[in-house]
């Protein structure tokens, strides 16, 4: 995705672009991280449901990304 977002930059745009993407990148896997601790946590003392539940957390992501992958590139 970074060699995909500096080809397509004008020269003078591919700094704020690459700074972006690592800004976006960053942001997505500490918002996940915390929804992911927050299920754990709420499940209280239950490890295996707060198992299940983060694991449905890392499941939906990635179906997410694949659908999503499909689309940009149908």
Do not use: K, W
Request: aromatic share 4%; with cysteine; charged share 10%.
């Amino acid at each position: 995705l970074s060699v995909l977002t500096l080809g397509l930059s004008a020269p003078h745009e591919q700094g704020r672009n690459a700074s972006a993407l690592q800004l976006s990148d960053a942001l997505c896997s500490s918002a996940a991280l915390a929804i992911a601790g927050a299920l754990f946590n709420h499940a209280g003392d239950g490890a295996v449901r707060g198992y299940l539940l983060v694991l449905a957390v890392a499941l939906s992501l990635s179906l997410m990304g694949a659908v999503l992958s499909r689309r940009a590139f149908g």
